[in-house]
């Protein structure tokens, strides 16, 4: 049994969303900052029902394994060495299980139920995005972004009274992709989108 939410509308959306944001490169405005951002691929999460074998193989039962990816490949940021960051590629977690193809034959299974990933649907790209500026992030600027990714549930908010502390750092980074990847924004920059949906002026 499988319940996948409207799967075809979710990949409209994701395909006409991704387009909002990129920018050609004919259509620089002088003033104005650009960089790459990276699009990720897209994946359906479905929640999947099975019928999991316990017993030994026999071959006058209906079995079949099956590989379902339990989580996709992704990026995330490791540290080489203090105060400097790469982006790693993480592969896919898969999971292999054997099912009952045909329950009335045996007792000897159980029910479980698993998120699996689909896809991709579409590959990840990258694609140009108006940034903040370089000028534009001094003063309280990282500060502001902390607070309000604390309080999206992103970041860990320091006790007081220490308060953020202002510096473009590994946890603050990896704060910003994870909250860029959960609200399906361009990834890895200080885009404008992504300060939009953090309100944060510029």
Not at 125 to 135: A, P, Q, R, S, Y
Request: glycine fraction near 6%; charge should be neutral; proline fraction near 7%.
């Amino acid at each position: 049994m499988k319940t996948i939410t409207t799967l075809l509308l979710a990949l409209a959306i994701f395909s006409t969303g991704w387009a909002q944001y990129e920018i050609n490169e004919g259509n620089f405005l002088p003033g104005k900052c650009y960089a790459k951002s990276m699009i990720p691929a897209v994946y359906e999460k479905v929640e999947t029902s099975f019928p999991i074998y316990l017993g030994e193989d026999d071959p006058n039962l209906k079995l079949k394994k099956l590989t379902i990816m339990v989580r996709p490949p992704r990026q995330e940021y490791t540290q080489i060495q203090p105060g400097e960051l790469t982006l790693i590629d993480v592969p896919a977690i898969h999971k292999t299980i054997t099912i009952v193809k045909d329950t009335s034959q045996t007792n000897d299974y159980y029910w479980e139920t698993f998120e699996e990933y689909l896809g991709p649907f579409e590959e990840g790209k990258l694609i140009w995005t108006e940034v903040i500026c370089d000028n534009k992030r001094k003063g309280n600027f990282i500060q502001r972004l902390q607070e309000r990714l604390a309080e999206a549930g992103f970041y860990p908010m320091p006790p007081e009274p220490l308060g953020v502390s202002g510096r473009f750092d590994t946890d603050t980074k990896k704060a910003l992709r994870s909250f860029q990847e959960a609200r399906q924004l361009p990834v890895g920059t200080l885009n404008i989108a992504t300060l939009k949906a953090l309100e944060i002026r510029y």
